[in-house]
């Protein structure tokens, strides 16, 4: 599935058992979360309400957007008359998420190292463009879409993430 082989989402657990357990997802990429936030405020500084507080909101949007994707997905999914395959779908997407955040670190930290600027940002916008397309291919091949709603699920995905991200912000001060 990272491939680009859709006959990778064969090997994911659509069973409800299968889709609670990839939520352990989200346990996983906890650490890179934490390391990539820490980096990047190494780089910016703390947030301006202190560290416990900005850790907290970190933490607290993390988990909501985690969830707040996986709740908001499904009522889209249904929409567009995938309701049986959105589990295949979040359990997929769960799954991606791990690939995702192993390759924002390998790409990230090199530049939290000293990787000179251009290399440095190159080597993050390779990391977010892949991390994006994953997401899109997820959504394309799990809920067997065309192209464009794929790209919806992306969207809004995106949003949800930014509107977060306002919200931890004016959190941590």
Known sequence: MAQ??????????????????????????LPGFLTLKLLGWSGEGTPGGGLLRGLVAEL?????????????????ADGQGRKADW????????????????????????????L???L??????AAIGYALWLEWF?????????????TMFVVIDLMLGIFIGGLVGRLSG
Do not use: M
């Open 60 to 76: 607290l949007g993390y988990a909501v957007a985690w969830a707040g994707f996986a709740l908001l997905s499904r009522p889209l």
């Open 4 to 29: 680009g082989k859709a006959d990778g989402l064969a090997l994911v657990d659509a069973s409800p058992e299968g889709v609670r357990a990839s939520f352990w997802a989200a346990a996983i990429c």
């Open 116 to 118: 000179p600027g251009l």
């Open 87 to 114: 589990p295949r779908f979040i359990a997929a997407w769960n799954y991606a998420n791990v690939v995702q955040y192993a390759v924002l670190l390998a790409l990230t930290v090199p530049s939290a190292l000293g």
């Open 138 to 150: 997820v959504a394309k091949h799990a809920l067997r879409l065309a192209g464009g709603p794929a």
């Open 120 to 125: 440095a940002n190159g080597l993050g916008l």
